[in-house]
T-cell receptor, first 115, second 116 residues
Framework: NAGVMQNPRHLVRRRGQEARLRCSPM?????VYWYRQLPEEGLKFMVY????????ESGMPKERFSAEFPKEGPSILRIQQVVRGDSAAYFC?????????????FGQGTRLTVV | AQKVTQAQTEISVVEKEDVTLDCVYE???????LFWYKQPPSGELVFLIR??????QNEISGRYSWNFQKSTSSFNFTITASQVVDSAVYFC?????????????FGQGTELSVKP
């Protein structure tokens, strides 16, 4: 049973380009969470999605950031017109349900560097 | 408001020493979960433990042990006889009942350095 898969592991973008980060949840998991870890900081919640729905995007920056989790395929975190401050590690977690008793499993992260 | 505080930014010990990483949390919920994760230099997040708010029993797993005290809102993590491979950043996290199960609030992390 493969874990949460994120790709790419490392991504370099020039300022102004778009970044697309992919997350394939564990088999049977329909709930996905995205977190951002800025350098020297802890992880901060960004968005929670179920298949085809955004449930909680309270942690998403208001501009340039969007997320989706289509019926088929991985969840995508999209950052438009990247700036240096977007450089961070982006982690995805998945869980089988929203119940508090379930545990979220994290992927290995995508390290975005904006040059 | 919910919050997790790891007051120790960095800790350095010599191999075989015991070390305790502190975690203090704030929440208004009576039902919540507490977690510890390890982030080694390779960068991935490794799950260590999850504890629910109704279970105050201490937990031991090999060289790792956890002390949960609701009276002081603390969930401290002790590594006994530390090893170089324990060097990592350790995060404490909180999940509240009124949040979705995977929405965690993380502390700032404690960077542990174990020297040979």
């Amino acid at each position: 049973n493969a874990g949460v898969m994120q790709n790419p592991r490392h991504l370099v973008r020039r300022r102004g380009q778009e970044a697309r980060l992919r997350c394939s949840p564990m088999k049977g998991h329909s709930h996905v969470y995205w977190y951002r870890q800025l350098p020297e900081e802890g992880l901060k919640f960004m968005v929670y999605l179920q298949k085809e729905n955004i449930i909680d995007e309270s942690g998403m920056p208001k501009e340039r950031f969007s997320a989706e989790f289509p019926k088929e395929g991985p969840s995508i975190l999209r950052i438009q017109q990247v700036v240096r401050g977007d450089s961070a590690a982006y982690f995805c977690a998945s869980s089988p349900s929203w119940d508090l008793n379930t545990e979220a499993f994290f992927g290995q992260g995508t390290r975005l560097t904006v040059v | 408001a919910q919050k997790v505080t790891q007051a120790q930014t960095e800790i350095s010990v010599v191999e075989k020493e015991d070390v305790t990483l502190d975690c203090v949390y704030e929440t208004r919920d009576t039902t919540y979960y507490l977690f510890w994760y390890k982030q080694p230099p390779s960068g991935e997040l490794v799950f260590l433990i999850r504890r629910n708010s109704f279970d105050e029993q201490n937990e031991i797993s090999g060289r790792y042990s956890w002390n949960f005290q609701k009276s002081t809102s603390s969930f401290n993590f002790t590594i006994t006889a530390s090893q170089v491979v324990d060097s990592a950043v350790y995060f404490c996290a909180l999940s509240e009942a009124n949040n979705q199960g995977g929405k965690l609030i993380f502390g700032q992390g404690t960077e542990l350095s174990v020297k040979p």
